[in-house]
């Protein structure tokens, strides 16, 4: 479903699939304990659940059979029945940690021939997307994506497009070209990023019928079994530089019309995450720019107000005793060490509405050596275009907001 009338918001401006923030029912707080669920999913490799799973189910198993092992020793059997019950015993543990051992080494071989492949195509299907967990976690704050004006217009005006049901509203983007796509702020969990691109909760295949999502994420991140096949299974890649080539790269890759969403900002803007502070990681970045020049893709400017407002953390400003902590660790391990306000025991999101504003495309020549001046040149014009995006809409979607900060 698609609205274009919003109250207060520039004109042509498109909500797709509207969302509302639901009462406090049984329903919502139904809908809340998906949501920690999936929270934990996130913030928490499946791995370590499953590892201390196995630990405690083999611990009280084992301990089971024993003590029926010893209450059948006890009972005055004769001594052949005795026999029986302990080899029994023996054979039903036997039995039980070679299944479950079993299955941890086939995943492991599985993860040995697997290295790598987040760095090409992954294994992205639609099966994963199309979860209705997403659309309940969604739900939840709630989530969703704004077409803005300047992009419904860019689209109108692209000769030879057309979106069947929505001719007249959003024909979508030309998939005769690839697409770097900046999303800002990172916030604590880039809620907007896992909804509108890596979930169809939001129906982002049926808003941009031509183009292919991507997301960018840590390379770190593809290092936890279990956890990295969800997110392979999702559509997400590495934001390494190799990787993000063979998706824009039109002499590495030949298919045009992938959308790849990178948060420029990375670990660094997480710290900077408060409630009402749009504080962009951005004067430092410069490859994000160089590569949009280097592959002729056009970049395209996100913002998701809100997104920084869901989850608190300890206020630590720069320069601060915890701040030099927090930066001296990430030095060293490239992650960083945020120390959220916790709710229900875990790091659970407050329910506050996030908008996920999409701008329009900045075309970009192909220039393979670009110089610093044309890089800072597009640089330049991509804060205009990302700065004017939030005034235009931070009075709308988080009016107590303060102004957008660069650092």
């Known amino acids: 479903m698609i609205i274009e009338s919003l109250p207060n918001a520039p004109p042509q401006t498109i909500i797709v699939k509207p969302r509302v923030l639901l009462p406090g029912s049984k329903k919502s707080r139904f809908k809340q304990c998906i949501e920690i669920c999936a929270t934990a999913l996130i913030w928490i490799p499946l791995i370590c659940y499953f590892m201390v799973l196995y630990s405690l189910a083999t611990y009280f198993v084992y301990k089971i059979l024993r003590c029926v092992s010893a209450s059948a020793l006890s009972s005055g059997a004769n001594p052949n029945s005795q026999a029986e019950a302990a080899s029994s015993t023996n054979i039903t543990i036997w039995s039980y940690q070679t299944v479950l051992w079993g299955l941890i080494m086939l995943y492991a071989v599985y993860y040995y021939f697997d290295r790598g492949v987040e760095d090409r195509d992954g294994h992205e299907t639609r099966f994963v997307r199309n979860w209705r967990l997403w659309d309940q976690y969604a739900d939840f704050f709630p989530v969703q994506m704004i077409l803005s004006d300047e992009l419904v217009k860019y689209s109108r005006e692209q000769a030879g497009l057309s979106h069947e049901g929505n001719t007249n509203s959003f024909p979508g983007l030309p998939a005769d070209r690839n697409y770097l796509v900046g999303y800002h702020p990172h916030g604590m969990f880039v809620v907007g990023v896992l909804v509108n691109f890596l979930t169809e909760a939001n129906c982002f295949s049926k808003t941009f019928p031509n183009l292919k999502p991507w997301v960018a994420g840590h390379h770190v991140q593809f290092f936890y079994p279990l956890y990295r096949d969800w997110l392979l299974y999702s559509g997400c890649t590495s934001v390494s530089r190799e990787a993000l080539l063979y998706h824009i790269d039109p002499d590495m890759n030949k298919n045009k019309g992938n959308f790849v969403v990178v948060v420029v900002g990375g670990a660094p803007e997480m ?24 592959t002729g893709s056009s970049l395209i400017p996100c913002i998701s107000f809100g997104e920084p407002g869901i989850v608190g953390q300890v206020w630590n400003p720069p320069g601060s005793k915890l701040r030099r902590l927090q930066e001296f660790g990430m030095n060293f391990t490239r992650i960083p060490f945020p120390y959220p306000v916790f709710r229900y025991f875990f790091p659970v999101p407050r329910r506050k509405p996030i908008n996920t504003v999409i701008g329009a495309p900045i075309p970009c020549e192909r220039i393979l050596n670009p110089t610093n001046e044309q890089v800072e040149e597009i640089k330049q014009l991509y804060l205009e275009r990302l700065e004017g995006l939030f005034k235009r809409y931070k009075d709308v979607y988080d009016p107590g907001a303060s102004e957008i900060v660069f650092i």
């Open 271 to 294: 710290l900077e995450a408060h409630p009402g502070r749009y504080v962009m990681y951005l004067k430092k970045r410069f490859g994000f720019f160089k590569l949009a020049l280097e």
